[in-house]
């Protein structure tokens, strides 16, 4: 039995506590300040509120005051703080963190900096640690497609384990893997975070799909939808993600499977990027989109912003070509409105080949 | 204007006459012996009674016994005929084709012999073809994700047209793109058209997500479905695509994107061959479901009892490995009754590293 210690009771933290409470393990499960009512009613009476599911009754739960208590002789710590509290999980974590312990996180995104460097959360989160937690604690990251409510209705879902240190991978995995929940490794810690970033973008994007046939009237109860539309979007975010993935030293084959095509699609299928994705391609600006959603945290936008943001410096110092990643450059004309949105569909896929519109066929001959 | 004859009215082969009409080409379309009806209603009002469309007026419709003066003169021929009907429409094909035209088909999937060596059906048909057809009439392939009622619709569609001929694909792009048809080639029609085939024996098990859930008795209406499960088949099809493209000497690229990430998941957003994985996964026999579906044609099941067919022999050949292609080879399983479902999860992604179960971790010091 191993003790494990969960900083952040939204969702996904609060879902992993499922594999490892069937595990047999400890699960200590400590709210932020914005998940005391989540706490509350799990102490009370096991029911987790936003999940809409009782944890299972061998899960303490802890308001953040008791952080100190959930977190002693813990040897795995996990985080489900969401990408925007980083730096708070951060500065929580290099108070309750102890060296030996293994660090695992489901946070994704990435942060640039004015020289249009990218880094991934896991990294940006170590570099805040204190020197001796930093060499001591190993971070890694937990990838791929897995909607966390349907890990806590305990639904078969694999995922991949990504950190730098195999020996601490298949501690978490020994850990944390069961009948259910079925975990692979990868010590590209790097190309997995990459798609797990993107994943977030292009799902957004693919969620035109839906808006733009609204914008156009079409009756929702239509039986011919926009499912070709998503499905292209889908198919150049797998593409962009590979070259992003090599960009930054990660290994072409970690953009294959689970990280590009399945997450993509599960983060498709719904959520919050989707949704700001349908109310842009109805036509609203990203600012009227978002205040319509109530300003609801949305990790896809943010990502085009900073990844997306990172382009023009990166073209600029001949890392991408002008011609790369148009998709991507396009979702962050959309959402910093420079620009409405208008696919530049001929950009896919490398380019398509030169040809010439119908009316220039017949002069194919006087032309050449 | 160039003169276009399509062999098949059903849906595909009808949506293909949108882009080629509004590029203001000349299109016959020429019915089946199965699409009587269909074409009885387009010549008297232009409705398509399938895709429930109008017809552009300058479509002209022709029934089967039509068909030689619906050819007459045409540049380019396309087909539309389903994969079961292939070495049908070969001998149509044989008595209508004229040396120095261009031929493309929208079937998928893939025929095999008895030592399991498989042929792309492009590859079977033109096989069936007499020698002066076979050598002066290239033979190329559409794939891709392509709803054919959205592409009649005028949704945004992008394609990739696959064949052996750079010209040729050249003068069939310059006929068919349009504003809204969106096309690609590709030389490697092999890889294209396996990773064609390949996506309906993948989307249909995507469907068995939702049927383990019905046979679990969870309510329809419950919050958390079973994305997770769906992804990773998905994903895991991504990867047995790109190993069979490898196997079978296409381009390992042409399984990026479009060919399986795009394709699998317009196809797993609907259609037959999902409704029969959805029976599958609640635990209908495949004959009982088949029979449900008042033995519809399913592509997929199909091409899973072909192509799965074919592993056993590849792996005693030492082409294969026996851990490899496990999603195809258990969906063949399911689909022949030799097994109930029971997905192999820990063989995906090449397999799991082992782990030792939980009530053996504590045991690690005394075992090592």
């Known amino acids: 039995m191993t003790k494990i210690a969960i900083l952040g009771s939204g969702m996904m933290g609060s879902a992993l506590s499922m594999p490892l409470a069937d595990n047999g393990h400890d699960v200590h499960l400590v709210g932020t300040h914005l998940d005391r009512e989540i706490i509350d009613s799990v102490k009370a009476t096991g029911y987790h509120t936003t999940l809409e599911i009782d944890m299972p009754e061998t899960v303490q739960a802890y308001q953040l005051e008791e952080a100190e208590q959930a977190f002693d002789g813990a040897e795995i710590v996990a985080s489900g703080v969401t990408s925007f509290a980083t730096h708070w999980a951060a500065d929580q974590l290099s108070k309750l963190l102890r060296p030996g312990q293994v660090f695992v996180m489901v946070a994704k995104g990435m942060e640039a900096d004015d020289d249009g460097n990218l880094s991934i959360l896991p990294d940006v989160l170590a570099s805040r640690l204190p020197d001796d937690l930093r060499e001591s604690v190993p ?168 990844i997306g943001g990172a382009l023009p410096t990166l073209t600029e110092r001949g890392l991408i070509g002008e011609q790369d990643m148009p998709l991507l450059r396009h979702l962050y004309d959309v959402i910093t409105e420079k620009r409405e949105l208008d696919m530049p569909w001929k950009t896919f896929f490398g380019g398509q080949r030169p040809y010439l519109p119908p009316e220039a066929v017949s002069l194919k001959g006087a032309k050449a």
Chains 1, 2 share one sequence.
């Open 139 to 306: 971070v890694n990251a937990i990838v791929g497609p897995s909607i966390a409510g349907e890990l806590a209705a305990r639904r078969h879902t694999c995922v991949m384990f990504a950190g730098r240190d195999q020996a601490a991978l298949d501690r978490l995995t020994e850990t944390f893997a069961g009948p259910y929940y079925h975990v692979w490794t990868s010590t590209d810690i790097i190309g997995s975070e990459i798609c797990a970033a993107l994943k977030n973008c292009y799902a957004l994007g693919s969620g035109f799909g839906d808006g733009v046939i609204n914008r156009d009237g079409v009756d929702p109860d239509y039986r011919w939808r926009n499912f070709n539309y998503e499905a292209a979007l889908i198919s150049q975010g797998v593409i962009e993600s590979r070259q992003f993935v090599e960009l930054l030293g990660g290994r072409p084959e970690t953009a294959e499977g689970l990280a590009t095509a399945g997450d993509t699609y599960v983060t498709a299928k719904g959520g919050r990027n989707v949704r700001v994705g349908r109310l842009l391609g109805a036509g609203m600006r990203f600012q009227e989109a978002w205040e319509q959603l109530d300003h609801i945290t949305l990790e896809g936008a943010e990502a085009i912003k900073q």
